[in-house]
């Protein structure tokens, strides 16, 4: 499988990390989400909104969106329940991430740590404010809790990860929330667990 | 069932428009999204967010996030595929909608229609051009498709219709995008269409 792949893309991670545990091999071709002024042609006709991750099948079909990747790579594996409920209460936390988490620490930290533009001091503060709101509940959730759904290591945990393990680039400190940080080594010491930089 | 609503709200909508194909009677609490003093405590221990839609299946088990309650309701009905690289494609639209349509629309709707607080006018200027991408990109995908999966009305239709269906009360003409316009009123004339205010 081809991977349409940015280093630095914490969406991207996500799946580089799920393929790793399930020994999933992936050609990785490199895209630029530093540089705005790139339209990425490259992903013209693949994703409608041409961002990254892209997996492209052996067999042509292509997917886009790191949530619907993970639940279409995990789907038969341990990394995702068979049963009904468990399953939705997964999805609920991968959409829980696209709509709370990433939108606010991903965008701090793309601010933080690579934004080549001014922007306005209150788009950094606004999106960290909500940050650490989606943080109280995440810590809420995992106070007590060694996973986010019956105490299994999912597709759940490897998106959440994603960008909470990174919460000190975009200018947050994990500290403050010490389920969280419990549960973001117990994740970092999983079996096949590789980092963002591998 | 019971779901925790807001009339209002595009992401309770979605529920009460499958449900209303599915032919599940949803008993409704009505929650208020406009006040956005009130901390929503009725919530609590619900959702992680406090965000409405929220359903509670009659054995008592709570499920957050309008994406994956459309899939878990959806599961084994005509609204979802069977085949596992279709379904991937209605969970990307799913994902799609989340990140890129209600986070633009929905509160642009929000600023212009419900918002009892003063905004910087960039705010709204920015969530609109935002959510035209995100039309740009679906006008796209929909030129030549009569639906967004393998030709067959699913979840991914009804969770994208909410808000879209809206865009004039976020201050945008569907006008523009023929194919959506033309997609919004298919969607409008599928059996056992309701209405938001229904």
Do not use: T, W
């Given at each position: 499988?081809?991977?349409?792949?940015?280093?630095?893309?914490?969406?991207?991670?996500?799946?580089r990390l799920l393929a790793s545990h399930?020994?999933?091999?992936?050609?990785?071709?490199?895209t630029d989400v530093i540089d705005r002024s790139n339209p990425r042609e490259s992903l013209n006709g693949l994703n409608p909104m041409r961002q990254v991750p892209v997996l492209v099948l052996d067999d042509g079909r292509v997917l886009?969106?790191?949530g619907a990747i993970l639940l279409y790579l995990a789907e038969g594996s341990g990394y995702i329940p068979d049963d009904p409920f468990h399953r939705a209460q997964v999805t609920q936390w991968?959409?829980?991430?696209?709509?709370?988490?990433?939108?606010?620490?991903?965008?701090?930290r793309f601010l933080l740590q690579?934004?080549?533009?001014?922007?306005?001091?209150?788009?950094?503060?606004?999106?960290?404010?909500?940050?650490?709101?989606?943080l109280v509940a995440l810590e809420a959730h995992l106070t007590g809790r060694?996973?986010?759904?019956?105490?299994e290591y999912s597709i759940a945990d490897i998106?959440?990860?994603?960008y909470v393990?990174?919460?000190?680039?975009?200018?947050?400190?994990?500290?403050d929330y010490p389920a969280v940080l419990e549960w973001v080594l117990l994740v970092a010491a999983q079996p096949g667990h590789i980092r963002i930089s591998q």
């Open positions: 499988m081809l991977l349409h792949d940015a280093p630095v893309s914490g969406n991207c991670y996500k799946v399930l020994g999933i091999e992936l050609e990785r071709v490199e886009a969106e790191s991968l959409f829980f991430e696209q709509h709370e988490l990433e939108p606010n620490l991903g965008v701090a690579f934004a080549q533009f001014e922007y306005p001091p209150r788009l950094l503060s606004s999106k960290q404010h909500a940050g650490r709101e989606a060694r996973f986010l759904v019956e105490e998106a959440v990860y994603a393990h990174m919460a000190q680039e975009s200018g947050i400190e994990l500290i």
